[in-house]
């Protein structure tokens, strides 16, 4: 009878608003402006009576009424209709201005009810139809489609999505006409990016690429948001993530045929009919397409680049505009990626209109930055393929190779550009386009050198040899400019000069090796520059770090040479060179942005283990180190112990606490490269740098452990003493699996872990806990171990450390240990990490748990939430504790690991609950707790959890009292609540202060939930579901909330009568009243009335015992 009703009250809706639909309403003369108003109030009743209605449960009723103006259909089994859909795209297009908006609010009201439908049809598994085909593409988009027409268009016999997504399309790109109103295009987008990329994601993608170019900012927004390149227009990464990739199903072949291929004069307009806005969302949406986690080198890159090929084409020579200048620049993207792995990409570069020749053009005019540097990358990638430029019988000879590439021309036209640098006729872009071109065009030839035939052609060989030292140096002389675009062009140029994909770096030239030494002097002016006090600039400091740690890799075979002459000695001036990044840890461009710490690390890293193995002429490779620093001695020393002597042995001991402190992301750096490596292939356990690691291992975690409890220390600085320790637990799993490294390893360095931390495996306890006894024990053995001359570190941190620096990680130590799993101390402190460094796509892999941990249980954060899963229910009051830690600092890092563990927000609201009798019981045992802070973290604790609970959620049961706790294994509710306010009165009169206030946080809390409790009224069903229950379910859920409510106020009015009221603390006291007034007022009569004449005469006593003394004087 209600569907009925209100089908009715749909039908009798759609009726009235059919005629604006169709365009068909006539306007009143002006001198009818009542009448005006009339229609425009029902035409507004209307649209609030379809809103209602597609947002109430009649919206899901299996006959699907709202969908076709209230006509009801025969059968439960009937298809979804279109009709309504149809009418109110038709308002939004047709209504007057003052009723758009509510024209489209329905409109979002009915896209919600069939999202909702197409949820109920795939999670019950309603009779879903086999695969149909596309809609057909030369059908007319922009033909009226009438609610005649579309209510024939009806699935068959059984619901099913793929049909109503057949019907929707035509709709869709009706609505999305140019010519449409706004409102119109808008809901377009909405519908397709909300409903049918769920039904039909292909021809759904054709839409939104479409709407793209839409000259409304919103409508492009949404459908760059749906496509999911809103943020990634124009970036270097094309390589993204699942959440990135619209869909990991959809094959990407599919994707090109229905953008790329067909007929140009198809009624859906493709790429080549797209707006040029258009075009550059779709081909960066492609890119992201093909390069997704899912299908990575998974598609065929050939139309695409073909694609792209023809776009440059079609504007060669032209002046752009801004917005083809975005295109241009996606093209050159395309072409820089996809010619950097697929020799397909290449040789349809070679055979093009837009070839070699107009790319190198490009790359040193063209107006956009972005297009010189990608065209001068795309370059760089076809000169290295040789296959590409002989004829295939032979292996070509490295003259014949440079006289094949025209290499030779390429480099004079950028050597000529760069010479300008000191001239009155610079060109800054043809100088940032020359320095990206000439880095290509070194290392391509370098790399040619090292694999190419013996030379016949000698003469242009030498040419060759002579531009590209030149090039180097020209490089190296613009690194210090004033204008910063070429400062960086020059510094990026030389990390794009001498970068390399091996392990070992390629062997320097000697006839590179004064023009490299010039290069490497001028770095080292250029660090110093600009990380002094007067010159300081964080960019273009990171941009030489990178620079200068490819570079002293580089130069690694030439260390020991020295020039004859003037010229500039190559073995000095790579060590000046090292000093200079030293130099920077700690220094005035250092405290202006801390990350370059671990730009530092990376690049002494690089420069440690630019070779991995062999014997140095130095001869001092197996020396052990001197109790001091040497400055002749580390000079002399190979660069893997290089690094870690100047390190250990003179930063970390600097009084500067900001030098300190820089060096544990350098540390980072550098052990994590080894664990890094290690666990990725066995074979780089040999390589002399990670056996220097590893052979200070314990230097490493004992810095780590310092540097973690310093009190100066910033958040990069503990975080990376987190990562390192985690990784100098992979870098020993790695050592074990290689049988390099025993068990015995692996405990020694827990050990001394969790001593730092005021734990060990013997006591599962709180980590702010030591009994006398094991107290007594600790010094037996500290007493032992010092007879024998062995290094101690003091329980409760490391040597002369406070116990408070390192609170949070006694906690997580505590959580490790109660699980009995020591090595989840690891990820739970790579969890607790969260500084936005650890987010940058270069770096979010390298310092992963998975990388760092390897072989030792390194798994995602994904993975290792699913891993504590099982434990979570001891896990959860100690990590809720924690967060509650009086301790701002331990709050904080507790706080970052909870919401990385759980997720946090409904998440975590949603793992309490699960777990939430453990956690109340826990916490309350720890609010009696000896130690203040435990206390005061639980009762903080307790006051975030029990808000909005109900008796059922606290564990049911009937009136129970008798609180005698060693009798008691299952509290019920009443035992829980009693509990609660007994931890509450007794924090309100603690002796420290930070215990005080939260107790009286959690007395306002236990207060609101106590009279939330008495109150029959209130309901702990949601709204939302409240609405959809029967009078009989309702009735039912009425009386079982007025029973609940008659324990609870007879539980807590006795309490609070006989305890509460009798409190020595005036404050608790007074919280007691409050509470006892509320539930007075809320309470039933009868549940107040065997409690009557006590209740009133403790309030009267109450209200005596708070008088002010000098009122009693008076009386």
């Not at 093909?290 to 792209?308: F, I, Q």
């Not at 697929?342 to 063209?366: C, P, Y």
């Not at 295939?392 to 190779?401: I, N, P, T």
Request: aromatic letters at 6%; a negative charge.
């Amino acid at each position: 009878r209600l569907r009925q009703i209100l089908a009715r009250a749909m039908a009798g809706t759609c009726s009235i608003l059919a005629p604006t639909a169709s365009g068909e309403s006539s306007s009143p003369s002006s001198n009818s402006t009542r009448a005006a108003n009339i229609q425009i109030e029902v035409r507004n009743s209307c649209y609030g009576v379809v809103s209602t209605l597609a947002r109430s449960k009649f919206s899901v009723d299996t006959h699907y009424a709202v969908f076709d103006c209230g006509k009801t259909a025969e059968s439960v089994s009937a298809a979804i209709s279109t009709s309504t859909a149809v009418m109110l795209f038709g308002c939004a297009a047709n209504e007057a201005d003052v009723l758009r908006p509510r024209a489209t609010s329905a409109l979002d009201a009915l896209l919600g009810s069939y999202v909702r439908v197409v949820e109920v049809i795939n999670q019950t598994g309603h009779t879903k139809a086999s695969a149909q085909p596309t809609p057909n593409a030369d059908e007319n988009p922009w033909a009226t489609l009438t609610a005649t027409t579309a209510s024939q268009q009806i699935l068959s016999d059984h619901v099913s999505a793929d049909a109503l997504a057949r019907s929707l399309f035509p709709l869709m790109w009706t609505a999305s006409n140019p010519k449409k109103s706004k409102s119109s295009r808008i809901g377009a987008v909405r519908w397709t990016a909300s409903l049918l990329l769920g039904l039909d994601k292909v021809n759904a993608v054709h839409l939104l690429c479409f709407l793209t170019g839409d000259e409304d900012m919103t409508v492009s927004m949404i459908a760059k948001q749906a496509l999911r390149v809103d943020k990634t227009l124009g970036e270097d990464d094309v390589l993204c993530t699942k959440d990135s990739a619209v869909d990991d199903t959809v094959p990407f072949e599919e994707l090109v045929h229905i953008l790329l291929i067909g007929d140009t004069e198809s009624p859906r307009p493709k790429y080549a009919r797209f707006h040029v806005r258009a075009q550059t969302a779709t081909i960066r949406f492609l890119l992201q397409q093909l390069y997704s986690e899912d299908s990575l080198y998974g598609g065929d890159c050939s139309r695409l680049v073909a694609t792209a090929l023809n776009s440059l084409a079609s504007y060669k020579g032209k002046t752009l505009s801004r917005e083809e200048t975005d295109l241009i620049d996606e093209c050159s993207i395309v072409l820089s990626t996809c010619t950097s792995n697929s020799r397909d990409a290449r040789k349809l570069v070679i055979g093009s209109g837009f070839g070699t020749a107009d790319l190198s053009a490009q790359a040193l005019t063209s107006n956009s930055s972005k297009t010189r540097r990608h065209f001068a990358l795309a370059m760089g990638h076809l000169y290295e393929d040789q296959s590409l430029w002989g004829d295939g019988s032979q292996d070509l000879s490295l003259g014949s190779w440079a006289k094949s590439t025209k290499l030779l021309f390429s480099a004079k036209a950028c050597e000529e550009s760069l010479h300008t640098l000191s001239g009155t006729n610079l060109v800054v872009g043809q100088v940032h386009g020359a320095a990206f071109l000439g880095a290509a065009c070194v290392r391509a030839f370098r790399l040619a050198a090292e694999s190419s035939n013996p030379d016949t052609n000698a003469k242009i060989v030498d040419k060759c040899w002579e531009r590209i030292a030149s090039i180097v140096s020209l490089l190296g002389e613009g690194l210090a400019h004033a204008d910063v675009a070429i400062g960086n062009a020059c510094s990026r140029g030389l990390v794009v000069a001498f970068s390399y994909e091996s392990r070992d770096a390629p062997i320097l030239n000697g006839r590179l090796f004064s023009a490299f030494a010039k290069a490497l002097a001028a770095l080292n002016g250029a660090l110093k520059r600009f990380s002094s006090i007067d010159h300081s600039d964080a960019t273009r400091a990171g941009s030489l770090i990178e620079a200068a740690g490819l570079l002293l890799a580089a130069s690694t075979s030439g260390a020991g040479h020295t020039q004859s002459g003037t010229e500039v000695d190559l073995g000095p001036t790579r060590l000046q060179c090292v000093e200079a990044l030293f130099a920077i840890l700690g220094s005035t461009v250092y405290r202006k942005d801390d990350e370059l710490a671990l730009s530092v690390g990376e690049a002494l890293a690089r420069y440690a283990d630019a070779l991995g193995s062999g014997e140095w002429s130095t001869g001092k490779d197996c020396e052990e180190w001197p109790e001091k620093y040497d400055e002749v001695y580390a000079s002399a020393l190979p660069p893997h112990r290089h690094v870690l002597f100047t390190l250990f042995q003179r930063d970390l001991a600097a009084s500067n606490p900001l030098k300190r402190n820089a060096c544990a992301a350098a540390l980072l750096a550098l052990v994590g490269h080894c664990a890094r490596n290690a666990n990725a292939d066995e074979s780089s356990i040999q390589r002399s740098f990670v056996l220097e690691v590893w052979k200070h291992l314990s230097l490493f975690q004992q810095a780590f452990l310092k540097l973690l409890a310093d009190p100066k220390s910033k958040q990069l600085s503990r975080e990376s003493c987190c990562k390192g320790l985690a990784a100098c637990r992979g870098l020993v799993a790695a050592m074990a699996a290689s049988d390099c490294s025993d068990a015995q390893d692996v405990t020694v360095l827990n050990d001394k872990l969790l001593k730092a931390f005021g734990q060990t495996t013997n006591y599962g306890g709180s980590a702010m806990m030591e009994t006398e006894g094991e107290a007594r024990e600790r010094r037996n053995t500290d007493n032992d171990m010092a007879g024998e001359g062995v290094d101690r570190t003091d329980v409760g941190g490391a040597a002369g450390i406070s116990e408070a620096s390192l609170e949070a990680y006694k906690e997580m130590a505590a959580c490790a240990l109660s699980l009995n799993q020591v090595d989840v101390l690891y990820s739970l402190m790579i969890l607790s990490t969260n500084h936005p460094v650890w987010s940058v796509s270069t770096m979010k892999d390298k310092y992963s748990a998975r990388a760092l941990l390897g072989k030792a249980n390194g798994a995602s954060i994904e993975e290792i939430r699913v891993s504590l899963r099982p434990h979570l229910k001891n896990l959860v009051p100690k990590l809720l504790r924690a967060c509650n830690d009086p301790s701002k600092m331990t709050a904080t890092q507790m706080n970052v690991l909870w919401v990385a563990l759980t997720g946090g927000g409904s998440e975590s609201r949603a793992l309490i609950s699960e777990h939430l009798l453990s956690t109340i019981d826990s916490l309350i045992k720890d609010a009696g707790s000896k130690l203040w802070k435990a206390r005061a973290g639980a009762c903080g604790a307790l006051s975030d959890v029990i808000v909005g609970r109900s008796w059922n959620e606290l564990g049911g049961g009937g009136v129970e009292v008798d609180d005698e706790g060693i009798f008691v294994t299952s509290p019920t509710a009443s035992l829980r609540l009693i509990r609660l306010w007994k931890v509450a009165m007794r924090a309100i009169d603690d002796v420290r202060t930070p215990v005080r206030e939260r107790g009286e946080a959690l007395g306002r809390g236990v207060k609101a939930l106590t009279i939330r409790l008495c109150d029959p009224t209130s309901t702990d069903t949601p709204e939302d579901k409240d609405i959809f229950l029967s009078d009989l379910q309702r009735r039912e859920k009425e009386k079982e909330n007025e029973t609940t409510a008659e324990y609870a106020a007879t539980v807590s009015l006795g309490w609070l009568v006989k305890y509460g009221l009798n409190q020595a603390c005036a404050e608790a006291t007074g919280i007691c009243i409050s509470t006892l007034l509320g539930i007075v007022e809320v309470a039933k009569p009868s549940t107040l009335q065997p409690v009557l004449s006590e209740l009133i005469g403790s309030l009267l006593m109450a209200m005596s015992g708070l008088e002010p003394a000098a009122l009693n004087y008076l009386q």
